[in-house]
């Protein structure tokens, strides 16, 4: 059996360098293959690699705070700043979606666009789903909203609605007219709070729940007050915290990060957690050539980040959508396979398997992979970004099926072409 993923595709309009991009499969592109539990995209530098990783972050912002503060966090700039230069339109997003392996995909479409008085607001929104045994044709809307105005359809019924209904039409016992107080916040943020909405609520439980990786070992040496933390934060400065709930809930997992660390990097011993008298705490390395134990201030970028990967893909509860920029920084070459590996791993979770979004520029960690898991960023004369899965190129797959690493053909130059 195939393993599951959350998200079978998306497509990014206007955003940043993304003037207009399209990955995996969506409602209306049934013939491309889904995503895969790991998707990874390489490309040159400056191709927009980050600006897709920040589409994610972007998306959750809007979520979290509304659309006007999320264009300005993570130094966003604005609206104007994210707004894909000289193109017309809003900025839009569509995710093709599925809850679990047995549900009927969804579609949720957002654009975000700015108002009379220049500030971003949500022009549109919609969820919509195909009814039960109905293979073909447009899914039915069970959430449409367009100006702040629209309707919502309760429950988790199976859409007897016209696609193009009137907005302004009679109201069916299982819908309901909305009207939007704020429309710079998400309707799924407001309506997913509520049972009667469990199709919502469920796809905002999803995207609340992302890990967006930004892990900076600087921050994982800072000193943080002590106390037990279930999840690891963006910048990975709960490390210590993350280490004290591991080892007080699940002592028997953590000693099998122990063990996997130590074959991964000579020496180390026993890792654990010190409380200093100011109630901060401190990570302790105990390596097996020196009586005194090492602090995370005086270990290598490396060995942090190996360390706080492994806390993270170790989460009995994890992400159910995690995405890393840049692994590679700061590792050994020949521990990439290995973190390729532990990434597949954990992808086969038999139970609350995450899917794995990953960019990076290290050929080594690409040779671990298959062709229909790496897309690539290519960056056209007009500015903007193309993407391309690299199966789709006929002779790297060919030659990948010989035998041939995929990190060596990039390496080689085979994937900087567009052969389609």
Known sequence: MDNFVHIQGLHIKNFKALADIKMGRLWNEQAAEPLTPITTVIGKNGTGKSSLMDAFGFLADCLKYGVEIACDEQNRGGYEKIHSLGKKGPISFEIYY???????????????????????????????????????????SFLILENGEGRVWKGNADGTQNEFFDLKGEESRDSEVISMDDKRRLGIATLGTLKAHPR???????IEGWYLSY?????????????????????????????????????????????KISQRIPGIQKIDTMKTPDGRLLIRFND????????????????????????????????????????????????LEVFVRELREETKRSKNAPQIFVTTHQPYLVDALQP????????????????QRASDIELVDNL??????????WYSDYLDGDDS
């Open 372 to 387: 229909n898991e790496v897309w690539i960023l290519r960056k056209q004369e007009d500015g903007f970004s193309t993407i």
């Open 98 to 140: 599925k809850e679990s392996r047995n549900d009927r995909p969804i579609t949720y479409e957002l654009s975000i666009d700015l108002d009379k008085e220049e500030r971003p607001f949500v022009l549109s929104e919609r969820l919509r789903q195909r009814r039960k045994a109905q293979r073909w044709g447009q899914p039915y």
């Open 215 to 259: 892990f900076t070992p600087d921050a994982a040496r800072s000193l943080p007050m002590a106390g037990a933390q279930a999840k690891l934060s963006r910048h990975g400065d709960n490390l210590g915290n993350v280490i004290q709930f591991m080892e007080r809930e699940y002592p028997k997992k953590f000693k099998e990060i122990l063990n």
């Open 400 to 409: 990948c099926k010989e035998g041939l690493p995929l990190g060596g053909l």
């Open 200 to 206: 919502i609520a469920a796809f905002r439980k999803f």
């Open 288 to 335: 097996r050539g020196f009586k005194e134990p090492f602090y995370a201030q005086q270990m290598s970028d490396g060995t942090l980040k190996v360390f706080a990967y492994m806390i993270l893909l170790a989460d009995p509860n994890p992400s159910p959508f995690i995405c890393i920029e840049e692994p590679e920084n700061g590792l050994y070459h020949k521990l």
